[in-house]
T-cell receptor, first 112, second 113 residues
Framework: DVKVTQSSRYLVKRTGEKVFLECVQD?????MFWYRQDPGLGLRLIYF???????EKGDIPEGYSVSREKKERFSLILESASTNQTSMYLC????FGGGIQHFGDGTRLSIL | DQQVKQNSPSLSVQEGRISILNCDYT??????FLWYKKYPAEGPTFLIS?????DKNEDGRFTVFLNKSAKHLSLHIVPSQPGDSAVYFC????????????FGKGTRLSVIA
């Protein structure tokens, strides 16, 4: 079974802080993704990566950056957290870009 | 512009009856379609998929139908069970390369006992 593990289930941070969300997958997948889920807006793609050290902007990259130094790990960084970044963050991985994505359980992030 | 649309934000169905969730797409290059199910506080889980070379795919209580000419797909759940209550996302893909899935906004299904 594919396992995608997100480092925290719940996280509370303050505005202006730099926030790191970590994601690890154990299936040697090439592609990894970061989404946020908000009520009524569905899943919105923030960034994705199709190889180590490669990254591509998704639909809403503003205020975020990512890092992929190792194949199994994909980090999402909120450079200076703001209250409008309070959301559920979901990481996913897939063998190829348009294939079945396997999701982690999500991180519920609150920015106060 | 939304390429994958789920026009019903919510749906209520009685236990034992059929649930039909609908999804429309605009991009004729899409050739692979998926449904995901999501419970609160969990990540989405893959449910069923269909390739554009087929018009139906069945897996137990779940069947997905694809109408390419109408650019429409639907997920049928028969019989519906209370444990099916969740948000269902439709997703589409246009190639097997590096282009990510495109997701709809989801439909919240409530199955009432």
């Amino acid at each position: 079974d594919v396992k995608v593990t997100q480092s925290s289930r719940y996280l509370v941070k303050r505005t202006g802080e730099k926030v790191f969300l970590e994601c690890v997958q154990d299936m040697d997948h090439e592609n990894m993704f970061w989404y946020r889920q908000d009520p009524g807006l569905g899943l919105r793609l923030i960034y994705f990566s199709y190889d180590v050290k490669m990254k591509e902007k998704g639909d809403i990259p503003e205020g975020y950056s990512v890092s992929r130094e190792k194949k199994e790990r994909f980090s999402l960084i909120l450079e200076s957290a703001s209250t409008n970044q309070t959301s559920m963050y979901l990481c996913a991985s897939s063998l190829f870009g348009g294939g079945i994505q396997h999701f982690g359980d999500g991180t519920r992030l609150s920015i106060l | 512009d939304q390429q994958v649309k789920q026009n019903s934000p919510s749906l209520s169905v009685q236990e034992g009856r059929i649930s039909i969730l609908n999804c429309d797409y605009t991009n004729s290059m899409f050739d692979y379609f998926l449904w995901y199910k999501k419970y609160p506080a969990e990540g989405p889980t893959f449910l069923i998929s269909i390739s554009s070379i087929k018009d139906k795919n069945e897996d137990g209580r779940f069947t997905v139908f694809l109408n390419k000419s109408a650019k429409h797909l639907s997920l049928h759940i028969v019989p519906s069970q209370p444990g099916d209550s969740a948000v269902y996302f439709c997703a589409a893909s246009g190639d097997s390369g590096n282009t990510p899935l495109v997701f709809g906004k989801g439909t919240r299904l409530s199955v009432i006992a």
